[in-house]
């Protein structure tokens, strides 16, 4: 047999080891980034990593991790599941998984699937009751294990989907922040993936081979006006390469004396004063300030390869 194919062979898998290190490492670094600029974790957190079984929140799992071991500050890890009852859900491929990485976890099992089919009529969205019988399980199962903080894994392009959403069909200029407090006022909620691309969590699950359990709530409803927006901007992403990062940034430089809302920006007291300000009109804008820096913050940076 000609050696070839042995050598064309063991040349792309190390081509392909050497991309699957190279975009571990960028994720790492955004996530990094994102927890050091919001101040995320801090010394001595618990952090819940929601797991729904799905590429985003087994790829946040996998990444805090990764940093855990190497961050600046001391945290530990716990993965949560919410076990809904949906048909078909294979019960056992979390437990198994979070056992052989000898990971910390909660499952909590909840008929929330037969609530929603039962008070939502047939072709209408199951989001919005999944989302708050889900939400009310987290608070309750985040105080019982302790955490002082409840990571989401919600990705970049789910920011800025929500942002549109809520403008087209909410009349709110209104997104994900990347870190809240819970409307009860009793816990912190975190996205540390706010950083990060859509396109990148799904090529780390392939490379990550991740036990990907599909959502028959969510992704199977065809009247879904968040897979409409996501089209929509997956299309300018495609057409306008980079868009999608400037409108991310835009989020983060906010100017509230260039919007209309007259509860945010004292509008009917403005006169002149005679005075230059440094909000008012400029016929250049200067530089941003850097984003969310901290006078002296905490620098996360992704752990080297091994």
Known sequence: MSPRPVVAATRRQARERYESNKLAKRLRAAVGAAIGDYSMITEGDRVMVCLSGGKDSHALLDILVALRDRAPVRFDVVAFNLDQKQPGFPEHVLPEYLRARDLPFRIEAQDTYGVVKRVIPEGKTTCSLCSRLRRGVIYRVAGELGATKIALGHHRDDIL??????????????????????????????????????????????????????????????????????????????????????????????????????????????????????????????????????????????PEED
């Open 161 to 302: 989907e929500t942002l549109f959403l809520n403008m087209f069909h909410g009349g709110k200029l209104k997104a994900m922040p990347p870190k809240l407090v819970s409307d009860d006022g009793r816990h912190v909620v975190i996205r540390p993936l706010a950083y990060v691309r859509e396109a990148d969590l799904e090529a780390y699950a392939r490379a990550r081979q991740f036990p990907i359990i599909p959502c028959n709530l969510c992704g199977s409803q065809p009247n879904l006006q968040r897979q409409v927006v996501k089209d929509m901007l997956r299309d300018w992403d495609r057409r306008h390469p980079g868009r999608l990062e400037t409108m991310f940034r835009a989020l983060q430089n906010v100017v509230p004396s260039h919007l209309a809302d007259c509860g945010l920006y004292g509008f009917r007291d403005l006169k002149p004063t005679g005075r230059p300000d440094p909000l008012g009109d400029l016929a250049f804008d200067p530089a941003p300030p850097e984003i969310c820096a901290a006078p002296d913050p905490v620098r996360w940076t992704a």
